[in-house]
T-cell receptor, first 115, second 109 residues
């Protein structure tokens, strides 16, 4: 079975901490994405990447950064965690950008609480 | 960003009932995808519809793409508790998926 694996299901961090959320996919997909999901707001795109060492801002990049040093791994970094970053974080991957009808494969999510 | 509006937001029904949820936009899409997200998990792709008027069936789930490719519906026949979850529609915009806010379905035994 193809998989997107997120390193943690639940995390509790303190305000001001630097937080790393890791995501690994085993499908050799070029595209990887980070979303956050909040009640009433749906899934909002934070950052995405179409290739190694490449990144693009999504709709809500403020307070986040990303790293993609290897094709299979896409990391989301909260430089200085704040309580308004408490959320469910979802990583996804997909086939090449030209295949617009390909769906996303999501990880199980990381529920982050910042206290 | 072109919005996708889903309705209803919440639906609570008894096992065995039928239901339909909707996904609408003011603009035309080249394709539309439906995902289901179970509690505590990530969304899982159910289907992609591409052609206006297209109907796809997945067991008790029937997906329809509007003739004008601005709307889609998902019909579930004889709902079961295992159908409980958040149903999301999504469309591509500049090679990225944009999601609707979803319909949360609860099927009571």
């Amino acid at each position: 079975d193809v998989k997107v694996t997120q390193s943690s299901r639940y995390l509790v961090k303190r305000t001001g901490e630097k937080v790393f959320l890791e995501c690994v996919q085993d499908m050799d997909h070029e595209n990887m994405f980070w979303y956050r999901q909040d009640p009433g707001l749906g899934l909002r795109l934070i950052y995405f990447s179409y290739d190694v060492k490449m990144k693009e801002k999504g709709d809500i990049p403020e307070g986040y950064s990303v790293s993609r040093e290897k094709k299979e791994r896409f990391s989301l970094i909260l430089e200085s965690a704040s309580t308004n970053q408490t959320s469910m974080y979802l990583c996804a991957s997909s086939a090449p950008r030209t295949a617009s009808n390909y769906g996303y494969t999501f990880g199980s999510g990381t529920r982050l609480t910042v206290v | 960003t072109q919005l996708l509006e889903q309705s209803p937001q919440f639906l609570s029904i008894q096992e065995g009932e039928n239901l339909t949820v909707y996904c609408n936009s003011s603009s035309v899409f080249s394709s539309l995808q439906w995902y289901r997200q179970e509690p505590g998990e990530g969304p899982v792709l159910l289907v992609t519809v591409v052609t206006g008027g297209e109907v796809k069936k997945l067991k008790r789930l029937t997906f329809q793409f509007g003739d004008a490719r601005k709307d889609s519906s998902l019909h579930i026949t004889a709902a079961q508790p295992g159908d409980t979850g958040l149903y999301l529609c999504a469309r591509y915009s500049s090679y990225k998926l944009i999601f609707g806010s979803g319909t949360r379905l609860l099927v009571r035994p």
